[in-house]
């Protein structure tokens, strides 16, 4: 168990729709990041917040967006769902400080199902 | 900015036998690098790091992988196999402590034969 948690486990929704998945990280972490996994794209850098603000953007669509909260948890919200945004949707932290080896700690992540 | 390329996307040895899987590197600063591996229908666990220091780091499970900076490398190996080494593995890279993202290559997926 890394300490971190991610829900829902699983989720089916359909085309055009909208879905929010929700991360809190480790007790202590203030970093949070956001990945995307898919068979043809592996595992792609979406977002990362530190402490409430955004740190690092990569691939993530327009139709994304993504907020960290004052308690730390964070929540990826998903717009206009197309096919092919069916992915497990992972959440990571990190230590922050002198404690800081820059690994990431990965939550057992959610799977989107678009239909 | 950095790039992780693991070189062979499926791997299968006999139980008992050596494995190996290669990731190579690209990075403008000195790099953290990292493996970690994904059971089915689970996140990804850390296997090993090299941050600074001794080049050959030891992990978790028997694991251990080399950082050969000429040769841009940090090869994942383990002398024995084992059926529950059955997984994928990521190989990633960092640029640093920080708060920085990780970047992951594409996996490897190892299959261990009895």
């Known amino acids: 168990d890394s300490g971190v948690t991610q829900t829902p486990k699983h989720l089916i929704t359909a085309t055009g729709q909208r879905v929010t998945l929700r991360c809190s990280p480790r007790?202590?972490?203030?970093?949070v990041y956001w990945y995307q996994q898919s068979l043809d794209q592996g595992l792609q850098f979406l977002i990362q917040?530190?402490?409430?603000?955004?740190?690092a953007k990569g691939n993530i669509l327009e139709r994304f967006s993504a907020q960290q909260f004052p308690d730390l948890h964070s929540e990826l919200n998903l717009s206009s769902l197309e096919l092919g945004d069916s992915a497990l949707y992972f959440c990571?932290?990190?230590?922050?400080?002198?404690?800081?080896?820059?690994?990431?700690?990965f939550g057992e992540g959610s799977r989107l199902t678009v239909l | 900015a950095q790039s992780v390329t693991q070189l062979g996307s499926h791997v299968s040895v006999s139980e008992g036998a050596l494995v190996l899987l290669r990731c190579n590197y690209s990075s403008s600063v000195p790099p953290y690098l990292f493996w970690y591996v994904q059971y089915p229908n689970q996140g990804l666990q850390l296997l090993l790091k090299y941050t600074t220091g001794a080049t050959l780091v030891k992990g978790i499970n028997g694991f251990e992988a080399e950082f050969k900076k000429s040769e841009t490398s940090f090869h994942l190996t383990k002398p024995s196999a084992h059926m529950s080494d059955a997984a994928e593995y990521f190989c990633a890279v960092s640029r640093g402590t920080g708060r920085r993202a990780l970047t992951f290559g594409s996996g490897t997926r190892l299959q261990v034969q009895p």
């Open positions: 990571a932290s990190s230590v922050s400080g002198s404690r800081d080896t820059g690994e990431l700690f």
């Open positions: 917040y530190y402490n409430g603000e955004e740190r």
């Open positions: 007790s202590g972490d203030l970093s």
